[in-house]
Each structure stands twice: as structure tokens, then as C-alpha cells.
Nanobody, 114 residues
């Protein structure tokens, strides 16, 4: 059973930055497309960014140019660098595989004040 542990969230003012981390257990991490998702109160969970095993990335239009996803396969960890944060980025952020999800972790809360 793969476990996903997100960290790095917090309260930040608009325009600030945060770096999220997600540590994954299991031996298949390096072979999977990984992703960050977010869920705001009362809204559905949205896909924010993806990264393939070889490092190709994709982003939600609203975060392009501000967020950067990366991974370290030697550490079974995926990161999300978030710059120029906006109040609308406020949500709980989760990582998981892009497809065939593992059990969801607890997520990490990101709150951006205006």
C-alpha cells in the first residue's frame, strides 16, 4: 500500500511563495506520472500539475508561469514550487499518481491572504 505524505503548506500573503513536498512510499514511484491536485472548500478536486517519469510537465492554465512541479526519484518525492500566490490558490493540496490513484494522503493546507 503506497502512502503519500504532503507537507509545506501554510499561510502566506498574496504575492508570496511556498514549496510543497510529497513523500511517497513504494518501489514504483519512479515509473509513475505524478500530479498535484487541490480542493477548495465546497469545490471539486482539480488537477494542478503533472510530471512524467522523465520530467515532462503540464499545468492548469491558471497556474502556468507561477507554479513549477519537479521530482526527485532517488527520494521518492515530488515538489510544487508556488510563486506569485493569489487568494484563489487557497485550497488543500494533495499529490497522487495522475492515473490509477493510490489512497489519498491528508493533504496540506495553503491559505493565501489578500
Amino acid at each position: 500500500q503506497v502512502q503519500l505524505v504532503e507537507s509545506g503548506g501554510g499561510l502566506v500573503q498574496a504575492g508570496g511563495s511556498l514549496r510543497l513536498s510529497c513523500a511517497a512510499s513504494g518501489s514504483s514511484f519512479s515509473r509513475n506520472v505524478m500530479a498535484w491536485y487541490r480542493q477548495a472548500p465546497g469545490k471539486q478536486r482539480d488537477l494542478v500539475a503533472t510530471i512524467t517519469p522523465d520530467g515532462s510537465t503540464g499545468y492548469l492554465d491558471s497556474v502556468k508561469g507561477r507554479f513549477t512541479i519537479s521530482r526527485d526519484n532517488s527520494k521518492n518525492t515530488v515538489y510544487l514550487q508556488m510563486n506569485s500566490l493569489k487568494p484563489e490558490d487557497t485550497a488543500v493540496y494533495y499529490c497522487n499518481k495522475r492515473f490509477d490513484w493510490d489512497s489519498w494522503g491528508q493533504g496540506t493546507q495553503v491559505t493565501v491572504s489578500s
